[in-house]
């Protein structure tokens, strides 16, 4: 299923234009994990049928990460935000 993700630098654009990043969790301050946390990341997650908040990164653009908040059941995405905006 195809959808629309707003880049907060370059607008909006088709999701094949973004890489997805995993589950924005508590704690992701953007510093370097530790083993324990790399490993939660990467296979303990939530996968939640409903709204998520998520990383991505606009690969075919400006290479930014960002934030997004989703619905994962309808792919309706509610906001954006860059990494360093407080929600």
Same mark, same amino acid.
């Given at each position: 299923?195809?959808?629309?993700?707003? @880049?907060?630098? @370059?607008?909006?654009? &088709?999701? *094949? %234009?973004?890489?997805?990043?995993? &589950?924005? !969790?508590?704690?992701?301050?953007?510093?370097?994990?530790?083993?324990?946390?790399? *490993?939660?990341?990467?296979?303990?997650?939530?996968?939640? %049928?409903?709204?998520?908040? &998520? /990383? /991505?990164?606009?690969?075919?653009? @400006?290479?930014? $990460?960002?934030?997004?908040?989703? %619905? *994962?059941? *309808?792919? !309706?995405?509610?906001?954006? #935000? #860059?990494?360093?905006? #407080? $929600?």
């Amino acid at each position: 299923m195809s959808f629309v993700l707003e @880049c907060p630098h @370059c607008g909006p654009r &088709e999701v *094949t %234009d973004f890489r997805f990043g995993g &589950e924005v !969790r508590p704690g992701d301050d953007g510093g370097r994990p530790d083993a324990a946390a790399l *490993t939660r990341t990467l296979y303990l997650r939530a996968n939640v %049928d409903g709204v998520q908040r &998520e /990383w /991505w990164q606009h690969r075919s653009g @400006c290479g930014a $990460w960002f934030r997004a908040e989703r %619905d *994962t059941g *309808t792919n !309706r995405v509610l906001r954006t #935000a #860059a990494a360093e905006v #407080a $929600w």
